[in-house]
């Protein structure tokens, strides 16, 4: 996307699709490409929104969307297949679970 500012030692997957106007600090990790499980499910790159700032240190699985405006602090864990809303502001060192209830998921 335009006006994307992306932080030394990120790993950005091939297919994932970053939205507008995102930073994304240091030694970010963001969900790879599309892979198929053991289960033979196909499994998407992560979707960033626009307005998205992403903390040192932060991991978003594969499967996983952030939506626009979101802060998520250094060190957030966001598993795959979580959607997390618009505009919210996750703690630093905070881990968001696909089966665990969060005020963050949409």
């Known amino acids: 996307g335009d006006g994307v500012d992306i932080g030394s030692g990120t790993v950005v997957g091939e297919e994932v699709v970053i939205g507008k106007k995102?930073?994304?600090?240091?030694?970010?990790?963001?969900?790879?490409?599309?892979i198929i499980d053991k289960e033979g499910q196909v499994k998407q790159a992560a979707v960033i929104g626009d307005n998205v700032v992403?903390?040192?240190?932060?991991?978003?699985?594969?499967?996983?969307?952030?939506g626009d405006g979101a802060i998520?602090?250094?060190?957030?864990?966001?598993e795959e297949g979580v959607e997390i809303?618009?505009?919210?502001?996750i703690p630093n060192g905070t881990t968001v679970k696909?089966?665990?209830d969060s005020p963050y998921k949409v």
């Open 22 to 34: 995102v930073t994304i600090e240091e030694n970010v990790t963001i969900g790879s490409n599309t």
């Open 54 to 66: 992403i903390g040192k240190d932060s991991t978003i699985e594969h499967d996983a969307i952030i």
């Open 72 to 78: 998520l602090g250094k060190g957030v864990k966001i």
């Open 85 to 89: 809303k618009a505009g919210v502001t």
């Open 98 to 100: 696909k089966d665990k």
